[in-house]
Nanobody, 114 residues
């Protein structure tokens, strides 16, 4: 059974940092690409970042480039999103996603206060 369990997130001040984690189980984690999405209130989920199975290729949306880092530990079956220099515009619910299995994590709230 494919499962993605998220942790991290919370409340942080502008300019602060947070790290999100996504623990995967039920599939061969090292064989699939992974993504992070975020969802603003009343909006659809938007792709934030993606990473290849080996972790050697990453991509980001423009608003987070240079501030967010997606990474993975294939030995621990865990995906990460390091978020630095956070802005109020980053306030959203963040989700990890495995496209191959079309499964989502449960989501975690990130709130950046000014």
């Amino acid at each position: 059974q494919v499962q993605l369990v998220q942790s991290g997130g919370g409340l942080v001040q502008t300019g602060g940092s947070l790290r999100l984690s996504c623990a995967a189980s039920g599939f061969t984690f090292r064989s699939v690409s992974m993504n992070w999405y975020r969802q603003f209130p009343g909006k659809d989920r938007d792709l934030v970042a993606g990473i290849s199975p080996a972790g050697d290729t990453t991509n980001y949306i423009t608003p987070v480039k240079g501030r967010f880092t997606i990474s993975r530990d294939n030995d621990k079956n865990t995906l990460y999103l390091q978020m630095n220099s956070l802005k109020s515009d980053d306030t959203a619910v963040y989700y990890c996603y495995v496209p191959y299995y079309n499964r989502w994590g449960q989501g975690t709230q990130v709130t950046v206060s000014s």
